[in-house]
């Protein structure tokens, strides 16, 4: 009988830390709600922030040929994000990057993301193991082995900045 009980509280916590949550809400000091640690698209999507899907409806990629030839790489390309909820660089780029690797038919696991606080800082120690600075952050990887970074802005477009990382990492 006391086996059965010890095996009960073992699989329920075995249950409980696996279904424990890998990103918290935390409320600034401006009252301010963001998101902290891994997220998924679908959290940053939604009604809770607008600036998401005004963002992503008014961006239209300035080059459909990019777009083709990123679509070329959707399976060997991955992407690892920082951005913070917060952030008005953060706010304007990913919903277009977004919007890019949807036009470019790119696999929802191809983005890894995270979100930090205003300290640039993740739940369990991301950005200091990427050393993260600046945010948004966007590591690329074909491959694999990471070819670039888009960190704060881009140089061109989001897709044209995609692009010459994947035709550099060519040579």
Known sequence: MKSNTIIVIVICSMLSVSCSKSYKWMTTDRNEKILVGKIARKQISNDQFPWFKANYDSYNSASSTDILYLKAYNKRVTFLVFGGTWCDD????????????????????????????????SLKGETEKNLIMKVPTIIVYKDGREIGKVVESVMTTIE??????????SN
């Open 160 to 169: 044209g900045d995609l692009k010459a990382m994947i035709l550099a990492s």
């Open 90 to 121: 953060s706010q304007s780029l990913l919903p277009k990057f977004y919007r890019v690797l949807d036009e470019a038919q790119f696999p929802e696991n191809a983005v890894t993301m995270y979100g930090v606080d205003r300290n640039k800082k």
